[in-house]
């Protein structure tokens, strides 16, 4: 691995060239600025340096801070090892110089990076370089100076879209808004950065100093207002969230005490903000995606991936057809068959409505979208499967038929074809059992909708080829997916880790909760909607056919509901009808509908476990833990049975399959901020009052007996891992 350097050569002309690199994006590692702050410090002294350009090595400015800081500082509690932010700080000390400098850009030039060539006195980047300030993410503020700087030098409104959104501009956009000087070609990028360093000195070209700008921020009550403004929309899209918030303090100081002042809140600010919960939540969801890539006996031996040109996709319907919109939005050429015509057509619509769905909404070009549909093709048949590199089937969960595809596509398909299903709870083994070829056969587990929920989860069986599971991670990362690969089970890890979800609510509900407090409250905690909205967005058949599944497969903590039955003799089907829990019309926001509290008693009086007859009484936080602490004992045994590579794999899948918050971490690192004694407690008092649904594992227990957190790598005592 190569080293982080700082070097520096100085031309006849006077211009000192300091280069930093830290492979692959130059991030700013402590070593770095120490090394950016020595090299600085002899340019100012030395006579023969009349201006300096700052640049990166290897065509790319810098991707922004070491995030592997804030981990240390997660770890240690340590915010020392931040760096310096007082007046002798490197950005405020090239600013001030009595040289100038000049930003050359490259690539990309993002958070601390950015934030770096804001306190240059000119900024010249090559073509569609990428700029943003995508710390919110992270659970922080730019915290080099961001927060003063760019509302000076491009304007206070596109100046919070672009910090509060973490919204990226490339340089031709920035070359408009003010923030970048010159746009060049990457080739002329040192030549102009060094000749116009040189006018700076020679008076020719101003010598902007970005802190002490104030002629883009507009006058107070304007001010006042667009930030006012601001906190009512990111109150909305950011609830649970402080650094929004703590942003639009932070500019609003600057702007009104000054940017010297507002440096110093945004120092204050950052480090409070770098250790609370929701940074160290967000951090590590952070890490926890990339390490999905490493997956044992697969990414480790040295096998490379095999490119995926074409894939056919079996069933047209739902999410088959936003599957098929998924690859051919990414170049990759489908064919997809349906049984008869008519269903093939509205398959081949409802991926048309996908694409010019993006295209009217600006987030595709045009003739982007024209080309991506013209990479699918429509088919009754097996006949041009004769050279496709991987099969999709995406037909409804019934076993006997998907074991008859299998045995067709193992017949029509190349020997090198890939033999995946999108089944999202049936084991594999199942499906695969009547073929030869058990090492092509593998689960390829989207999320809807396909085309734009941004998990894969990759199921491997005992037998499934590492090749295989190389291939569709890589197919995953070119259709822009987070490919995370976990072992055969029923449910798989994200859907048999959320499974007592729907169940704990349907529990509640029959004791006596109404169903749209228990939305409202989870809602609340930070998921998208509740469990019963859910529901009636997924469909009730759905909820009967995978309900069935787990019954059979985990008899001993199901609690088995008469309500979805009832909900569909009344006629009721959630969303697909317009009527279920809530009322769907065109153009309005679901809402409750109360009539739907006549079939839930009906239920109820069926079920009959409220104690007494009488509906139990719960506080709003111990409804959020009996929904979510059974997921936290269903993760518990996922862990336990080897399903996941390693904990955090079921962090991210939670996060990107689920929506479980993103800024909580994830469903076992949220448990490990409660702990695993307080979760083992509660269930346990639990299932002395309301049954066996609530038992806590044995993987629980034993790690809150011993005082070890959920997420530590299993012992080698547990059962035969899957992986």
Known sequence: MKQARVTMEVGKDGVAIVTFSNPPVNALALTVFDGLSEKFSEALRRDDVKAIVLAGDGG?????????????????????????????????????????????????????GLELALGCHARVAASKTLLGLPELTLGIIPGSGGTQRLPRLIGLPKALDIMLYSKSISSEEGKKLGLIDAVVPSAELLKVSRQWALDIVEGRKPWIRSLHKVDRLGSLPEVHYIIKTARQQVQRIAKNMPQHQACLDVIEEGIIHGGYPGLLKEDRVFKELVSSDTSKGLVHSFFARRATTKVPNVSDIGLKPRQIKKVAVIGGGLMGSDIASALILSDVYVILKEINSEYLLKGIKSIEANVQGLVSRNRLAKDKGEKALSMVKGVLDYSEFKDVDMVIEA??????????????????????????????????????????????????????????????????????????????????????????????????????????????????????VDPFRIDQLISNFGLPMGPFQ???????????????????????????????????????????????????????????????????????????IMPGGKPISVTDEEIVEMI?????????????????????????????????????????????????????????NWSEAYGNFFTPSRFLQERATRGIPLSAPASASVAKPRL
């Open 395 to 512: 037909v409804i969960e019934n076993i006997p038929l998907k074991q008859k595809i299998f045995v067709d596509i193992e017949k029509a398909c190349p020997p090198h074809c890939i033999l995946a299903s999108n089944t999202s709870t049936i084991d594999l083994n199942i499906i695969g059992e009547k073929i030869k070829s058990q090492d092509r056969v593998v689960g390829a587990h989207f999320f809807s909708p396909a085309h734009v929920m941004p998990l894969l989860e990759i199921v491997r069986t005992e037998k499934t080829s590492p090749q295989v599971i190389l291939d569709l991670m890589t197919l995953g990362k070119t259709i822009k997916k987070v490919p995370v690969t976990v072992g055969n089970c029923t449910g798989f890890a994200v859907n048999r880790t959320f499974f007592p979800y729907n169940q704990s609510a349907q529990l509640l509900l029959h004791l006596g």
């Open 60 to 112: 790319r400015f810098s991707g922004g801070f070491d995030i592997n800081v804030f981990e240390s500082v997660h770890k240690t509690g340590d915010t020392s090892i931040l760096p310096d932010k007082s007046d002798d700080a490197l950005v405020n000390v090239i600013e001030d110089a009595r040289k100038p400098t000049v930003a050359a850009m490259e690539g990309l030039a993002l958070g601390g």
């Open 628 to 684: 979510l602490f059974p997921v936290v004992n269903e993760a518990c045994r996922v862990l336990e049975d080897g399903v996941v590579v390693r904990a955090s794999d079921l962090d991210a899948a939670s996060v990107l399959g689920m929506s479980f918050p993103s800024y909580r971490g994830g469903i076992v690192f949220w448990a490990d901020t409660i702990g695993a004694d307080c979760i083992y407690s509660k269930l346990q």
């Open 534 to 608: 859910l529901q009636d967005l997924a469909g009730y058949g759905v909820a009967v056919a995978t309900t069935k599944e787990f019954n059979s497969s985990f008899p001993d903590r199901t609690f088995k509901s008469p309500l979805v039955e009832l909900l569909i003799k009344n006629g009721r089907n959630g969303k697909n009808n317009g009527k279920g829990y809530y009322v769907y019309e065109k153009g309005s926001k679901p809402k409750p509908d109360h009539s739907v509290l006549q079939i839930i008693e009906e239920s109820r009086r069926l079920a009959n």
